[in-house]
């Protein structure tokens, strides 16, 4: 069974800068894409960005294009999201979350282990 641990959520300004990283473990890991999601109070799940975890192709939601950045590391099974030039609207938790097959990698529902979150607040 895989599990999946966020860390690195916090306060900051707006205009400012955040590192999430996201630890796999267990017996197997070889997931199609690891993918960053946020929730916002009364909001459904969202996609923040997702990457395929063999060929390495990146993929963003519009909302964070050119600020946002995702990476992985094969061997060490992890997976960071730097975010930058922060803004309020980017305040949310933000889940880490593993999905084993497919092709649609925006939705939420198609991925199969996820981690507890990590709340993520940008101040004006």
């Known amino acids: 069974q895989v599990q999946l641990v966020e860390s690195g959520g916090g306060l900051v300004q707006a205009g400012g800068s955040l590192r999430l990283s996201c630890a796999a473990s267990?017996?197997?890991?070889?997931?199609?894409?690891m993918g960053w999601f946020l929730q916002a109070p009364g909001k459904e799940r969202e996609f923040v960005a997702s990457i395929d975890w063999s060929g390495g192709g990146t993929f963003y939601a519009d909302a964070v294009k050119g600020r946002f950045t995702i990476s992985r590391d094969n061997a060490k099974n992890t997976v960071d999201l730097q975010m930058n030039s922060l803004k309020p609207e980017d305040t949310a938790v933000y889940y880490c979350?593993?999905?084993?097959?497919?092709?649609?990698?925006?939705?939420?529902?198609?991925?199969?282990?996820w981690g507890q979150g990590t709340q993520v607040t940008v101040s004006s």
């Open positions: 979350a593993a999905k084993n097959s497919g092709l649609y990698y925006r939705n939420f529902r198609t991925y199969d282990d």
């Open positions: 267990g017996r197997t890991f070889n997931p199609a894409y």
